[in-house]
């Protein structure tokens, strides 16, 4: 079945790179996401990656994928305090608009 | 941003009492989305249209259902809340060659 997995918590200090990993079980995923959700918002849309692409950066951002461990990863150089938030992968499967997400990773970031 | 607004942004209403919440865009997306997010479980997938009046649902539809008369409304009502429904809901919307969701900044919704 679907499932998507990430661990709850990662606490790196300001100024550090920060690695939050997920994993995921379907291989006919299509695209892989991030996104962001700061303390009483929305989720907002961070990256995503194409299912036949191994890495992305955008900035700060640099996305990692694995299709063999099924293992996806986002890595934010230079971490902030304004990065502390959940963070949540999520994936869409072939030939359809849905998406599976996981439980998120909540990112705090101290001084 | 995306245009999308959800009303009420804050409901407490007690157990047994029909809700509904509406998700407004103003972005002429063809997809929207209702999902509920609880701690443990990430975002959940309630009901989800591809049209208006072409509605399909989620994961976890039991007690919800959801009408789009208009492209841009996409209303969710819960006929008769229980506590098991306390959370807090978001609407997302997509276009239609594109897979990426944008959401709305969520109803957090008490039933007492």
């Known amino acids: 079945g679907e499932d998507v997995e990430q661990s709850l918590f990662l606490s790196v200090r300001e100024g550090d790179s920060s690695v939050i990993n997920c994993t995921y079980t379907d291989s006919s995923s299509t695209y892989l996401y991030w996104y962001k959700q700061e303390p009483g918002a929305g989720l907002q849309l961070l990256t995503y990656i194409f299912s036949n692409m191994d890495m992305k950066q955008d900035q700060r951002l640099t996305v990692l994928l694995n299709k063999k461990d099924k293992h996806l990863s986002l890595r934010i150089a230079d971490t902030q305090t304004g990065d502390s938030a959940i963070y949540f992968c999520a994936e869409t499967l072939y030939n359809t608009d849905k998406l599976i997400f996981g439980t998120g990773t909540r990112l705090q970031v101290f001084p | 941003d995306a245009g999308i607004t959800q009303s009420p942004r804050h409901k407490v209403t007690e157990t047994g009492t029909p809700v509904t919440l509406r998700c407004h865009q103003t972005?002429?997306?063809?997809?929207m989305y209702w999902y509920r997010q609880d701690p443990g479980h990430g975002l959940r997938l309630i009901h989800y249209s591809y049209g208006v009046k072409d509605t399909d649902k989620g994961e976890v539809s039991d007690g919800y259902s959801v009408s789009r008369s208009k492209t841009e409304d996409f209303l969710l009502t819960l006929e008769s809340a229980t506590s098991s429904q306390t959370s807090v809901y978001f609407c997302a919307i997509s276009e239609i060659e594109r897979y990426e969701q944008y959401f709305g900044p969520g109803t957090r919704l008490t039933v007492t």
């Open positions: 972005e002429n997306h063809r997809y």
